[in-house]
């Protein structure tokens, strides 16, 4: 079965009983593993449903970019937890809760900002079915003694004494947990490795090249490599902790076939 297809039923199976609160499904797998596609197939199947990607809650640049100089240069980049607008992320599902037709925030990769607010599209009311789609949707935090050592060139040259981090991972621990506690259900689309991650995000971006998409977002494959060393810390995580406490394991294949589900 397709990745799409399992969800669905999933989904199905939950939304049996009526419910006072839609019901939120946290998607969560790393670059590239198909999480937009997945959840648009969802959102098309299910009738008033709301697809929230947590790449629309990136801080703008300029809040990075105080962070960048407050905390640690690196902060500039969006990726690790502490680049996120956790309270506009929490507001959005109190909107959507309460039934309102909250404007649904969305993030411009391309200029590597927020789309400005007056362009946001309403949920539909009531919303039955929120698909929260992210890499690092419902992930816990690492342990101190994790947070030692550097995982790549990035974190040995760049932050040699951990502050970023330890600081993202204080992030992590704190508003990220409230976020993700509004799931309902988690399910974890696993990549086979983390050097298949880095495959598929080169192939992402270059299909954004070819698309003919301009601005400061757009890269090339040198600056991609640099870019997911600001992912590989928490992904190599989730990928080895996410599977003993999601709801549903999807299993992925070199292309992104679903080869095996594991059900909690």
């Not at 449903?49 to 905390?71: Q, T």
């Amino acid at each position: 079965m397709s990745p799409e297809a399992i969800l669905a039923d999933a989904i199905e199976r939950a939304l049996v009983h009526p419910r006072r609160v839609p019901l939120v499904l946290g998607l969560c797998g790393a670059q590239g593993s198909g999480k937009s596609t997945v959840a648009a197939a969802l959102a098309a199947r299910f009738p008033h449903s709301v697809v929230l990607s947590l790449d629309d809650l990136y801080h703008m640049r300029r809040e990075r970019a105080r962070l960048a100089a407050a905390v640690h240069p690196l902060f500039a980049t969006r990726g690790v937890p502490g680049t996120h607008d956790i309270a506009l992320g929490l507001d959005t599902f109190a909107a959507l809760d309460a039934r309102q037709a909250a404007p649904l925030p969305r993030f411009d990769k391309a200029t590597d900002d927020r789309v400005e607010a007056a362009l946001w599209t309403p949920a539909p009311v009531p919303a039955q079915l929120v698909i929260f789609e992210g890499w690092c949707v419902g992930a816990r935090p690492q342990d101190a003694v994790a947070l030692l050592d550097p995982v790549n060139v990035l974190e040995r040259e760049r932050d040699p004494h951990g502050v970023w981090r330890r600081y993202a991972n204080a992030a992590l621990a704190g508003a990220y947990q409230r976020l993700f506690a509004r799931i309902d259900m988690l399910a974890l689309l696993r990549a086979p490795s983390w050097g298949r991650v880095l495959d598929w995000r080169l192939e992402q971006e270059r299909a954004l090249r070819q698309s003919g998409a301009r601005g400061d977002g757009v890269m090339a494959d040198a600056e991609v490599q640099v870019f997911v060393s600001h992912y590989e810390r928490l992904t190599r995580h989730v990928l080895d902790t996410m599977p003993a406490y999601a709801d549903l394991v999807l299993q992925l294949d070199d292309d992104r076939n679903c080869v095996a589900v594991h059900r909690r």
